[in-house]
C-alpha cells in the first residue's frame, strides 16, 4: 500500500475479460481493511454523477468529497463515449486528485486511444501528463476469462451429446 502513501495512481489496462476490474477491486478490498478510505466508481456513472452535481450547482462539494479518498478506483475508461463536458468535468477531478491522493483506473483502451475517449486531445494529454506522472501501468494481454469459460462449458456439453450418441441412447 506505499503507492498509497505516495499518493501514485495504478492503471490497468487490457481487453475485456482479462480481470482488470477483479485487480482493482482487490486493492481497493486490500486499501480498505488498512483503513484507507476507498470508493469504486464506473467511470460512465462518475460522469453522470459529476455532471448532475455541476447542474444542480454542487460541483465543487462532489469534487470535494471525491478528493478526499485515499483510493478511487474507476472503472471502466472507454467502454462508453463522453462529450466535452464530461471529459472537462473529469479533468477537474483529476487535478484536484492529482499528488495527493490515488487513483486506480482500468481501461480497455491504450493510452493513445484516449484522445477519443475524453473527445479532445488537449483534456486527454492534461488528464494523461497527471495519471501518468506518478504511476505503476499494468498492461495485460490473453484470453477473456468469461469467453474461456463459455468455451469449456460448450465444449463439455458437445462431449455430452457426443457420448450420448455412441452409445445410441438417443
Same mark, same amino acid.
Given at each position: ?9 495504478? /492503471? ?8 482488470? !476490474?477483479?485487480? $482493482?477491486? $482487490?486493492? #481497493?478490498? /486490500? ?35 471525491? $478528493? ?9 475508461? #472507454?467502454?462508453?463515449?463522453?462529450? *466535452?463536458? #464530461? ?13 495527493? !491522493? +490515488? !487513483?486506480?483506473?482500468? +481501461?480497455? =483502451?491504450?493510452?493513445? %486511444? ?7 486531445? !488537449? *483534456?486527454?494529454? $492534461? ?12 498492461? *495485460?494481454? #490473453?484470453? +477473456? ?11 463439455? =456439453? ?7 450418441? %455412441?452409445?445410441?441412447?438417443?
Amino acid at each position: 500500500m506505499r503507492f498509497l502513501e505516495n499518493g501514485e495512481n495504478v /492503471v490497468f489496462l487490457g481487453p475485456p475479460g482479462v480481470g482488470k !476490474t477483479h485487480l $482493482a477491486s $482487490a486493492l #481497493g478490498l /486490500v486499501a480498505a481493511q488498512h483503513r484507507f478510505s476507498t470508493y469504486y466508481v464506473n467511470c460512465h456513472q462518475l460522469i453522470e454523477q459529476l455532471k448532475k452535481a455541476h447542474f444542480e450547482n454542487r460541483l465543487p462539494d462532489k469534487l470535494r468529497i471525491l $478528493a478526499k479518498y485515499r483510493m478511487l478506483i474507476i472503472d471502466e475508461i #472507454g467502454y462508453l463515449p463522453m462529450d *466535452i463536458q #464530461g471529459a472537462n468535468l473529469f479533468f477537474q477531478l483529476i487535478a484536484r486528485r492529482y499528488e495527493k !491522493t +490515488s !487513483t486506480v483506473f482500468t +481501461s480497455n =483502451k491504450t493510452f493513445s %486511444q484516449w484522445n477519443e475517449v475524453f473527445a479532445d486531445v !488537449t *483534456i486527454a494529454s $492534461a488528464i494523461l501528463d497527471r495519471v501518468l506522472h506518478h504511476c505503476t501501468v499494468i498492461n *495485460i494481454k #490473453g484470453e +477473456s476469462y468469461r469467453l474461456k469459460e463459455r468455451k469449456e462449458f460448450m465444449r463439455q =456439453k458437445q462431449q455430452i451429446v457426443n457420448t450420448l450418441f %455412441q452409445q445410441g441412447s438417443i
